[in-house]
């Protein structure tokens, strides 16, 4: 089973307007509202790409409720643990020419409920794969993801990390399978501007040195790299559309990768389906299916076990 965990989600409500103007009534020209929150946007893309997994996480409030309700019907299975203060937050997307995004803070999770958490991932066993993703309310430690790591620790489960700074650089140690900073938060751990692929790939390999098993850097319009396990690295760039939303590129990018390696137990291709997946979702007003991702691949899709 594949499992994501996701402490603050959110619905997303997504909006386009011609313009955006502080200070004035700005009307929408279109608006939806989708289940979000990292681990949540990955468990979606799992979905549409085959895969059903089990979303965890805190939710809290009517939003809560709305939340699994439409993870249900993208067809994950939901397991959160419910709060009993504040409500899931809304993240407003706003794409009017750029896009701008403003996301709520969550509700307070208190130690009772990381408790109910703690208690829900023991049951994981050898072969599942485990997806922490996302920020975590500002209410918590900056080491809950490595606190979770060492319990579940020695016990063969394959976890992807996406997160940043001190929260990605504390878990190395305990070897996840996967993580996905982008080129921007790969400059930002160390402290530097990466300009190249080079300094890219040499910064990528400092975080293999740290303990990760397999490192991809994502670089937006720009495509991706991917130092492997074996000591492979990969380069790819993204196939050419117009981007219609960035948000939740990265997410599917993980769902396409952790599907690939699943459905073939190869590298390249993870990387390949990974990269044509955050790409379709980009090119698209929300997360990629199926269809809009084997559009983009170069190979047949059967290749990818799709
Ligand atoms: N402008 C773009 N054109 C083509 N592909 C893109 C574009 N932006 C993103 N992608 C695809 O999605 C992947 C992930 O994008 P990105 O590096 O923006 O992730 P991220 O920073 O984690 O995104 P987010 O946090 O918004 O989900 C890229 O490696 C690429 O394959
Ligand atoms: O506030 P965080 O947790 O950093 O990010 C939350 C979020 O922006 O990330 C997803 C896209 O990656 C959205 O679905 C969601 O609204």
């Known amino acids: 089973m594949i499992y994501t965990v996701t402490f603050n989600p959110s619905l997303d409500y997504v909006i386009g307007a011609e313009k955006l103007e502080p200070g004035k009534i700005n009307r929408t020209t279109r608006e939806n509202i989708y289940p979000g929150g990292k681990g949540n946007n990955v468990s979606v893309v799992l979905s549409n790409l ?3 997994s089990k979303a965890l996480g805190f939710v809290s409030g009517f939003t809560g409720e709305a939340l699994e309700k439409m993870l249900d019907d993208f067809g994950c299975y939901t397991d959160f643990i419910q709060l009993d203060n504040g409500f899931t937050r809304i993240n407003v997307k706003i794409n009017a020419g750029e896009e701008t995004e403003i996301n709520g803070q969550g509700p307070k999770i208190s130690e009772e409920a990381i408790g109910k958490l703690y208690e829900k991932l023991d049951v994981l066993t050898k072969g599942d794969v485990l997806v922490l993703a996302g920020s975590i309310p500002n209410t918590l430690p900056e080491d809950i993801y490595e ?5 579940l620790d020695g016990r063969g489960i394959r976890i992807v990390v996406d997160a940043t700074k001190d929260l990605l650089m504390n878990v190395l140690k305990y070897h996840p399978f996967l993580i ?3 080129n921007h938060e790969l400059g930002d751990m160390f402290g530097v ?6 300094e890219i790939i040499e910064y990528a390999g400092k975080l293999k040195e740290m303990g990760a098993r397999n490192v991809l850097i994502s670089m937006a319009g720009d495509g991706a790299i991917l130092l492997d396990e074996h000591g492979k690295v990969y380069q790819g760039r993204p196939p050419k559309g117009e981007v219609l939303n960035s948000v939740g590129a990265g997410d599917s990018m993980v769902a396409g990768f952790v599907t690939g390696y699943l459905n073939t137990g ?13 790409s379709a979702s980009a090119f698209e007003y929300w997360l990629a ?16 076990g799709l």
Do not use: C, S, W
């Open 50 to 52: 085959g895969h059903k």
């Open 147 to 151: 606190r979770i790591m060492a319990r």
């Open 180 to 182: 996905k900073p982008n």
């Open 193 to 198: 501007q990466l300009e190249t692929d080079e």
């Open 266 to 278: 190869d590298y390249e291709k993870a990387f390949e389906l990974g990269i044509a997946t955050g």
């Open 289 to 304: 299916e199926k269809e809009d991702v084997v559009k983009l691949l170069k190979k047949e899709p059967e290749l990818y």
